[in-house]
């Protein structure tokens, strides 16, 4: 682009606070300043590399439990706050940038869940008068991860609410070409198009896992990631597996409920498991690089892998999916997960995939965005 834009970026999930959600919002912004942009972000963390503003959030990073029995505050916020919790948290940032916000932006980058971030975005184009781009990481309704959101009338109410932010952006992009659709459904007139997940390099950095195992990986979450997404897809496969190949060593990286946790330590063979915790994302690289194998865990009502399957690509790595997911023969071929667990070897390669984008080829394609709308 001739002129170097300046872009403000708002998101709930950012590092130096680990979450599913932070690594696209933080390649991109660090991509987009690699480019030559001005790049800003507003969000309850920043690291060292990234210019921008902390705005603090009472819990910067995600609860570790899934949804329980609504207490009565759960039911007032529910009720009192639209489209979520967290638009309270959106109201402060609107204040925290119109107050510290160092240039006159080109551009400002909302990046949902939480969708209530959208509010923000809305009432900083109006006052810095600029474009403005929605990105969706998720599906806002025809999905929902919120569970209020089960509700019919809750359902019709908010699909209001996602009208009115989506008709007053420039610009929308999704990670797939579903949720893609959705945010059409919403503005038909507002350019729509796909930006892809990304994923870092593989770092220098190397982790030795037991020569004497076959080394299953799995990085990330389960139902905090998609409530669909439960840990108990992979009990039949996988105990089947150990039974036919008792080599097998399943590393666990990554935030577990409390309930899959138990899951683990009474359905599981507790020779074959080995629980990690959360790992900063290089580590988890790292992991990813020295397996023998990689697995998914799919839900039965996703029509695309998890995020997760970007960074798993970039690695000559067989990588197996459990569970019901529509996608599941793309990514095992013509056997299920319990052939190819029992199959699985040291040193084993996968199929041949196609390579995962990068985060520099990303945000280039979203600087073409950005030219394709300031030229209309």
């Known amino acids: 682009m001739k002129q170097k834009l300046k872009v403000l970026l708002i998101a709930r999930h950012f590092p130096p606070h680990i979450s599913g959600g932070a690594r696209r919002p933080y390649l991109l912004a660090k991509e987009l300043m690699n480019l030559g942009c001005t790049v800003n972000v507003f969000a309850p963390g920043i690291p060292d590399d990234i210019e921008g503003f902390v705005v603090p959030h009472p819990m910067p990073v995600p609860n570790n439990q899934p949804a329980q029995k609504p207490s009565l505050r759960d039911f007032a916020r529910t009720v009192l706050l639209w489209p979520d919790a967290d638009i309270r948290w959106s109201k402060i940032v609107v204040r925290a940038v119109k107050e510290n916000l160092p240039f006159q932006p080109d551009w400002i980058i909302t990046t949902s869940p939480p ?147 138990a899951f683990i330590d009474q359905e599981l063979p507790k020779d074959n498991v080995k629980v990690l915790g959360i790992l900063p994302i290089e580590e988890a690289l790292a992991l990813q690089r020295a397996a023998d194998g990689l697995l998914l865990v799919g839900s039965p009502y996703s029509d695309v892998p998890p995020g997760k399957y970007a960074e798993y690509r970039q690695f000559s790595k067989p990588i197996i999916t459990v569970g019901k997911a529509r996608w599941i023969a793309d990514v095992n071929g013509t056997q299920n997960a319990l052939e190819l667990l029992i199959d699985l070897k040291k040193g084993s390669t996968g199929k041949p995939v196609a390579p995962t984008p990068t985060p520099q080829a990303v945000a280039k394609q979203l600087l073409g965005y950005f030219e394709k709308i300031q030229s209309q």
């Open 115 to 261: 969708e209530s971030i959208h509010h923000a975005g809305r009432i900083l184009k109006e006052h810095y008068n600029c474009k403005w781009l929605i990105d969706f990481r998720d599906f806002w309704l025809q999905r929902p991860l919120r569970p209020a959101l089960q509700s019919p009338i809750r359902r019709l109410i908010e699909r209001q609410i996602a009208q009115k932010y989506c008709q007053s952006a420039d610009l929308m992009v999704a990670v797939d070409k579903y949720i893609c659709e959705e945010t059409k459904l919403f503005a038909p007139k507002v350019p729509a198009f796909v930006l892809p997940h990304c994923s870092l390099s593989p770092p220098d950095q190397t982790i030795d896992l037991p020569e004497n195992r076959i080394n299953l990986v799995h990085t990330g979450s389960f139902s905090l990631s998609d409530l669909d997404r439960k840990i108990e897809q992979l009990k039949e496969d996988f105990v089947q597996a150990c039974k036919k190949n008792p080599s097998l060593l399943l590393h666990l990286a990554g935030r577990l409920t409390e309930q899959e946790l």
